[in-house]
């Protein structure tokens, strides 16, 4: 899973005890499957505009 590089600041990939990715906000330690999902959430939530562009995809 991998997280492009502009939104490495605000995300990360964590993998739980049964070996399932998610990629982690890290303002709030919300977990997604997407990282358009995730996008959705740090600019809705959080007001990251960069995230915008990932979210419309």
Not at 8 to 23: G, P
Request: charged share 30%; net charge positive; with cysteine.
């Amino acid at each position: 899973m991998e997280i492009p590089q502009d939104l490495k600041s605000y995300l990360q990939v964590e993998v739980d005890q049964w070996d399932v990715a998610h990629i982690v906000c890290i303002k709030c330690k919300k977990r997604f499957f997407t990282v358009r999902d995730a996008a959705i959430h740090l600019y809705r939530v959080h007001g990251v505009k960069v995230a915008q562009k990932y979210a419309e995809t």
